[in-house]
């Protein structure tokens, strides 16, 4: 049988990783700079991390919701401490784009109403209603189009804001803390204040995707902390579980619950849970929160020497570093030939810098080092 062939892949096969590095079958060694979307985020192989789970696998890996599970709300109390949301609720779910869906979902519960607002550049997933609000129409087919109404407008312009949010058929906007895939654009905080003030003014859902912007890596433990704002809901995913499947919401307690309004066979799973709890006691025990704001401006300030960046996006560990020119050649020659992973984006001139938000400042500047070589080598051909 063969596999239904839709990821373009590099012919490297890693079997073994710790820390920030990876090594293939040939035992190569590689500097992991995008772990995997953003998704490992206490480091490979953690010794926190993979005794939690040996620990629990030996009780019980999984039983569905139909019964009690501490585990849940141990993690529950553990993000209501870090992430400042403490009278906020938990859903747990499995993916990002199953946390979207359910956010979308509790929107049109609450105001009955079904209209979204989302913005150009915008990636929430490949579900239902996550990919209709994702601005990325080559992944949205037939039957997913027109079935969920929506307007994408522009990040940052506020003529457009006012103008869209001026009706009462809407019940949500959905924007990410940091895009991701769009190419590492932000709100400003000019802009996001304006959004959650207007959006309270018409009651209407503010949903923040921060499902590769959450978890420490933005520097704050949810990007849009930098600008001091609430979010209706917000939606986690990606380092969560440092590579195992765990997504979930945080949701304002002024959303009504009843039972069987949402619901998941695997979400918040005992071994899920065992994975999310590890990384969010080892966020806070290793301070990786304050190490990513710190280690994201050394090496912003070693970029910002370099002639050939045009500019340098986001905020931590979540990174792009943007050229005048297609990105895609200098990602392959740091893969090829200094054996470093970085990330493509939307944006072809843009390269994604999604480490672990462990990693050190001996560890991470040899990428500047390694920039220089391609750029210059580039230069002379």
């Given at each position: 049988?063969?596999?239904?062939?839709?990821?373009?892949?590099?012919?490297?096969?890693?079997?073994?990783?710790?820390?920030?590095?990876?090594?293939?079958?040939?035992?190569?060694?590689?500097?992991?700079?995008?772990?995997?979307?953003?998704?490992?985020?206490?480091?490979?192989?953690?010794?926190?991390?993979?005794?939690?789970?040996?620990?629990?696998?030996?009780?019980?890996?999984?039983?569905?919701?139909?019964?009690?599970?501490p585990l849940q709300q141990e993690f529950a109390d553990l993000l209501s401490d870090l992430s400042s949301y403490d009278s906020y609720r938990?859903?747990?779910?499995?993916?990002?784009?199953?946390?979207?869906?359910?956010?979308?979902?509790?929107?049109?519960f609450h105001s009955g109403k079904k209209k979204v607002i989302a913005f150009k550049n915008s990636f929430h997933g490949r579900t239902s209603?996550?990919?209709?609000?994702?601005?990325?129409?080559?992944?949205?087919?037939?039957?997913?189009?027109?079935?969920?109404?929506?307007?994408?407008?522009?990040?940052?312009?506020?003529?457009?804001?006012?103008?869209?949010?001026?009706?009462?058929?809407?019940?949500?906007?959905?924007?990410?803390?940091?895009?991701?895939?769009?190419?590492?654009?932000?709100?400003?905080?000019?802009?996001?204040?304006?959004?959650?003030?207007?959006?309270?003014?018409?009651?209407?859902?503010?949903?923040?995707?921060?499902?590769?912007?959450?978890?420490?890596?933005?520097?704050?433990?949810?990007?849009?902390?930098?600008?001091?704002?609430?979010?209706?809901?917000?939606?986690?995913?990606?380092?969560?579980?440092?590579?195992?499947?765990?997504?979930?919401?945080?949701?304002?307690?002024?959303?009504?619950?009843?039972?069987?309004?949402?619901?998941?066979?695997?979400?918040?799973?005992?071994?899920?849970?065992?994975?999310?709890?590890?990384?969010?006691?080892?966020?806070?025990?290793?301070?990786?929160?304050?190490?990513?704001?710190?280690?994201?401006?050394?090496?912003?300030?070693?970029?910002?020497?370099?002639?050939?960046?045009?500019?340098?996006?986001?905020?931590?560990?979540?990174?792009?570093?943007?050229?005048?020119?297609?990105?895609?050649?200098?990602?392959?020659?740091?893969?090829?030939?200094?054996?470093?992973?970085?990330?493509?984006?939307?944006?072809?001139?843009?390269?994604?810098?999604?480490?672990?938000?462990?990693?050190?400042?001996?560890?991470?500047?040899?990428?500047?080092?390694?920039?220089?070589?391609?750029?210059?080598?580039?230069?002379?051909?």
């Amino acid at each position: 049988m063969k596999m239904f062939d839709v990821y373009p892949r590099y012919p490297i096969n890693i079997v073994k990783s710790k820390g920030v590095y990876l090594w293939d079958d040939k035992d190569q060694k590689y500097l992991d700079l995008y772990g995997g979307h953003g998704v490992i985020s206490i480091g490979h192989a953690h010794p926190a991390y993979l005794s939690a789970i040996q620990k629990q696998i030996k009780k019980i890996g999984f039983y569905s919701n139909s019964i009690e599970i501490p585990l849940q709300q141990e993690f529950a109390d553990l993000l209501s401490d870090l992430s400042s949301y403490d009278s906020y609720r938990l859903f747990l779910c499995n993916s990002g784009s199953e946390a979207n869906e359910n956010a979308l979902k509790l929107a049109s519960f609450h105001s009955g109403k079904k209209k979204v607002i989302a913005f150009k550049n915008s990636f929430h997933g490949r579900t239902s209603a996550s990919v209709n609000v994702t601005n990325q129409p080559n992944i949205s087919a037939p039957i997913n189009k027109e079935q969920f109404p929506v307007d994408f407008i522009e990040l940052n312009n506020e003529i457009q804001l006012f103008d869209k949010l001026n009706t009462d058929d809407i019940c949500a906007v959905i924007i990410e803390g940091i895009q991701g895939v769009g190419g590492l654009d932000m709100a400003s905080e000019t802009y996001l204040k304006l959004l959650s003030n207007l959006c309270i003014e018409k009651g209407i859902v503010l949903i923040i995707d921060e499902i590769q912007s959450g978890f420490g890596r933005s520097g704050k433990f949810f990007a849009h902390q930098h600008t001091g704002i609430k979010a209706d809901i917000i939606t986690m995913a990606k380092g969560m579980g440092n590579g195992f499947p765990v997504a979930g919401l945080l949701i304002n307690p002024a959303i009504k619950v009843k039972h069987g309004m949402l619901g998941t066979t695997f979400g918040g799973n005992h071994l899920a849970c065992a994975a999310g709890i590890s990384v969010v006691k080892t966020l806070r025990k290793e301070k990786l929160i304050e190490n990513a704001e710190k280690i994201g401006k050394l090496l912003v300030n070693e970029l910002k020497k370099i002639p050939s960046i045009k500019q340098i996006k986001g905020k931590g560990l979540m990174l792009g570093v943007e050229f005048e020119f297609a990105a895609k050649p200098i990602l392959e020659r740091l893969l090829i030939e200094h054996h470093i992973f970085t990330g493509s984006s939307a944006n072809p001139n843009l390269l994604r810098i999604l480490p672990p938000l462990s990693i050190t400042y001996e560890e991470i500047k040899v990428f500047p080092e390694a920039l220089k070589s391609v750029l210059k080598s580039m230069k002379q051909e």
